[in-house]
C-alpha cells in the first residue's frame, strides 16, 4: 500500500519544518522531536485513513464503489492490484 505519492519527500519536509520550529539541529532525532509536538509522520497518518477508506468501501458491498471495484477485477486481464486483494 505505498500509494500514488512517495511519502518519504513528504516526511522529510514536515520534520525539516518541525525541527526548524523547535529551532533544534538537523540531526536532532525525529522520534524527539514527533514526540515534543505529540505527532507521527504524515506518512503514517495517510496509510491509515487509506486503509480505514478502504474497510469502508469492502463492508458496504451495495456502495458504488465496491460495485466498480469489481467489475473493475472481473474485466482486467493479468495481474493488477485489484485481483490481488481478493
Known sequence: MSGMYNYKDVD??????????????K???NSAVYGEFGR???SIIFKLRSMKFWVKIIKHISSPLY???CDQGDNIRGSCW?????
Open 12 to 25: 522529510k519536509l514536515h520534520i525539516r519544518f518541525l525541527k526548524s520550529l523547535l529551532c533544534v539541529k
Open 27 to 29: 540531526t536532532s532525532p
Open 67 to 69: 460495485i466498480m471495484y
Open 82 to 86: 485489484a485481483k490481488r486483494i481478493n
Open 40 to 42: 507521527v509522520p504524515l
